[in-house]
Antibody, heavy 118, light 109 residues
Framework: EVQLVESGGGLVQPGGSLRLSCAAS????????MHWVRQAPEKGLVWVSRINGDGSSTNYADSVKGRFTISRDNAKNTLSLQMTSLRAEDTAVYYC???????????WGQGTLVTVSS | EIVLTQSPGTLSLSPGERATLSCRAS???????LAWYQQKPGQAPRLLIY???NRATGIPDRFSGSGSGTDFTLTISRLEPEDFAVYYCQQYGSSPLYSFGQGTKLETK
């Protein structure tokens, strides 16, 4: 069974840091682009970042560029998102997502909630 | 920057009726890179349609997608009780690299 399981969310103060992880199973992890997509409470979906199969190429949304870093460990089938200089507007559920055909999002994790508040 | 606008914002229908959801792009989008998702409360989104008209694995054939250029449509031919949810369109390839519409809430009339 294909599965993505996020962890690492929680409450953090503005300006703080947090590291999210995503454990992948049931597919050949290194063959896929992986993404982070977030959803603020009662809001829509927003793409955050992506990384290619071997980790050599990354992209970020303008809103997180310079603050967030995406990485992967193909030996451990793990995707990570290091978040620094967190702001209130970063409060959201963060989903780990596997990319499918045509840039579509084929598989989603259950999400992990990040709350930035003092 | 490409913007996806979905309409209507809320659609009130009854089970058995036909639902037509619209997604309009501010610039042309390749059909290859247009997808639709369903999201129920407290759940992650689920891929319904990719490449504008291809159903994802396990998606019932009452769901269909169509369109090209700047106008895309998701049609649910005959609503089942489990279809009431929020639906999002998504594009890949234009600035921003990936973007979503704001969503259409399909609610029971």
């Amino acid at each position: 069974e294909v599965q993505l399981v996020e962890s690492g969310g929680g409450l953090v103060q503005p300006g703080g840091s947090l590291r999210l992880s995503c454990a992948a199973s049931g597919f050949t992890f290194s063959n896929y682009w992986m993404h982070w997509v977030r959803q603020a409470p009662e809001k829509g979906l927003v793409w955050v970042s992506r990384i290619n199969g071997d980790g050599s190429s990354t992209n970020y949304a303008d809103s997180v560029k310079g603050r967030f870093t995406i990485s992967r460990d193909n030996a451990k089938n793990t995707l990570s998102l290091q978040m620094t200089s967190l702001r209130a507007e970063d409060t959201a559920v963060y989903y780990c997502v596997r990319e499918g055909l045509g840039g579509s999002y084929l598989t989603w994790g259950q999400g992990t909630l990040v709350t930035v508040s003092s | 920057e490409i913007v996806l606008t979905q309409s209507p914002g809320t659609l009130s229908l009854s089970p058995g009726e036909r639902a037509t959801l619209s997604c309009r792009a501010s610039q042309s989008v390749s059909s290859t890179y247009l997808a639709w998702y369903q999201q129920k409360p407290g759940q992650a989104p689920r891929l319904l349609i990719y490449g504008a008209s291809n159903r994802a694995t396990g998606i019932p054939d009452r769901f269909s997608g169509s369109g090209s250029g700047t106008d895309f449509t998701l049609t649910i031919s005959r609503l089942e009780p489990e279809d009431f949810a929020v639906y999002y369109c998504q594009q890949y390839g234009s600035s921003p690299l990936y973007s979503f519409g704001q969503g259409t809430k399909l609610e029971t009339k």
